[in-house]
């Protein structure tokens, strides 16, 4: 069953880092596409970033670019998001999702979803 799990979420202050990891499991991870997708309180989930599969090229919401870099190891079978100068507004539950046949980085255009892990920006 394909499953991804995210961790390295926490409390940073604002200007801060972190760098969260999202880990594949029972699936070859360069043959899926991966997001990353954040959900504010009273907020929609939105699309972050996400990595294609077979030739690994990203995209980025305007409102990282610059600040975030999705990378992805396949040996370790993780994709990792990393977070710099990080705002207040950052703060959300963060998820990642895998799909093995999408060219899209959007909520819908993928199926398999993680738990989430927390990020809090302290202003």
């Known amino acids: 069953q394909v499953q991804v799990v995210e961790s390295g979420g926490g409390l940073v202050q604002s200007g801060g880092s972190l760098r969260l990891s999202c880990e594949a499991s029972e699936f070859t991870l360069e043959e899926y596409a991966i997001g990353w997708f954040r959900q504010a309180p009273g907020k929609e989930r939105e699309g972050v970033g996400c990595?294609?599969?077979?030739?690994?090229?990203?995209w980025y919401a305007d409102f990282v670019k610059g600040r975030f870099t999705i990378s992805r190891d396949n040996a370790k079978k993780t994709v990792y998001l990393q977070m710099n100068s990080l705002k207040a507004e950052d703060t959300a539950i963060y998820y990642c999702a895998a799909d093995h046949t999408t060219v899209f980085c959007g909520v819908t255009a993928y199926e398999h979803w993680g738990q989430g892990t927390q990020v809090t920006v302290s202003p």
């Open positions: 990595i294609s599969s077979s030739d690994a090229r990203t």
